[in-house]
């Protein structure tokens, strides 16, 4: 049996929390900006009606999920323009795409391309689980959730 949070195979979301369950809702992926690679667990954002790769400081709705009856090389095969993809909206624990060095317990915000980064004044996305020490993007375990950004001391 094991113990804690283990990553799982085939899928982004891992559990729930406070009893709810964190909502998928299905969209079209839109536009594929070049040199992005859209895969499970990235961010989101609504555009148009089609669903895109967040960027930084925008208005994150969510983030992507896997299909698990459509054929793929694993969870990490990239989404393509025009699929129907699956966005996960709500809390949970799951796996996302950062970048850079992140500890546990750091907040995390919007960046580029769908990856999430050290909060520094953005809105915040989540709280890593996990660490990471690696300057190019992977997946870890982060308790996923939305607030405005923090407030600007005047």
Known sequence: MPQGFVHPANAVVTTSLHGASPKPCEFEFGAVDTGETP???MLVQLSSGLVIL?????NI????????DKPRDGDDAPFELGDQVK????ECVTLLWVNGAIDEGNFLEPDDD???VLQ???MCCGQALETSATTTPKKILVHFFK???PAVSV
């Not at 966005?87 to 709500?90: F, K, R, S, T």
């Open 114 to 116: 769908g990856l999430a």
């Open 61 to 68: 709705i969510g983030f992507l999920d896997v299909i698990p």
């Open 120 to 122: 520094t004044t953005g």
């Open 147 to 149: 607030c405005p950004p």
């Open 54 to 58: 967040g960027e930084s400081g925008d």
């Open 87 to 90: 966005v996960v909206m709500g």
């Open 39 to 41: 895969l499970a667990g």
